[in-house]
């Protein structure tokens, strides 16, 4: 079955900064999704970056950027020059296929410092 | 386009009472369904996804059950809470064509 690891569950870090957030996952597929969500207080899950396993170029959404390892079954997400409104949960996420689950991690805790 | 609605927002409910949380999509045709739960400050646990129209795929035996009536209707339901049933749950779903989720706003479901 697939898994989904994100070994830190709370991360801080200061304004401006750059923080990178782990993932992990366990599957036997070559084709799948891979997904960054955040979670504000609010609640709202808000996708932050897709990556599709077969590209190999890593995705790049404005300061979000992501280190796919498809050997290492790796996925950090980057957050450079950290604002505040970054501070949220983290979930990383697997995909199989269209028609299949969605798997999440247990979430990692960012904390902006001003 | 396409748009997510999950009702109530809040619900508290006493213990062994009923319960049907309701999530319809609008805007697209055979979407992939889901119900999470999230517990305080926890992660998303999957509890049922659903492919089609009476087809449900339970992830965590429990209490809760779901259906899904119509294409873009799915239910969640059970007919006695527990105290254990406490928690943030969200409705999602997603398509063939663009495999991202999105997200309902959630329902907070306090059982005391």
């Known amino acids: 079955a697939q898994t989904v690891t994100q070994s830190q569950p709370e991360m801080s870090v200061q304004e401006a900064e750059t923080v990178t957030l782990s993932c992990t996952y366990d599957?036997?597929?070559?084709?799948?999704?891979l997904f960054w969500y955040k979670q504000p207080p609010s609640r709202q899950m808000i996708l932050v970056i897709r990556q599709e396993a077969y590209k190999q170029q890593n995705a790049t959404e404005n300061r979000f950027s992501v280190n796919f390892q498809k050997a290492a079954k790796s996925f950090s997400l980057k957050i450079s020059d950290s604002q505040l409104g970054d501070a949220a949960m983290y979930f990383c996420a697997y995909l199989k296929t269209s028609y299949d689950k969605v798997i999440f991690g247990p979430g990692t805790s960012l904390s902006v410092i001003p | 386009s396409q748009t997510i609605h999950q009702w109530p927002a809040t619900l508290v409910q006493p213990v062994g009472s009923p319960l049907s949380l309701e999530c319809t999509v609008e805007?697209?045709?055979?979407?992939?369904l889901y119900w999470y739960r999230q517990a305080a400050g926890r992660g998303l646990q999957l509890l049922f996804y659903s492919v089609g129209i009476g087809q449900i795929s339970s992830e965590v035996p429990q209490n809760l059950s779901a259906s899904r009536p119509q294409d873009r209707q799915f239910i969640l339901s059970s007919k006695k809470l527990l105290l254990s049933d406490s928690g943030f749950y969200l409705c999602?779903?997603?398509?063939?064509?663009?495999?991202?989720?999105?997200f309902g706003s959630g329902t907070q479901l306090s059982v005391l």
């Open positions: 805007g697209t045709s055979n979407p992939n």
């Open positions: 999602a779903w997603n398509a063939g064509l663009n495999e991202k989720l999105f």
């Open positions: 599957t036997s597929e070559s084709d799948y999704y």
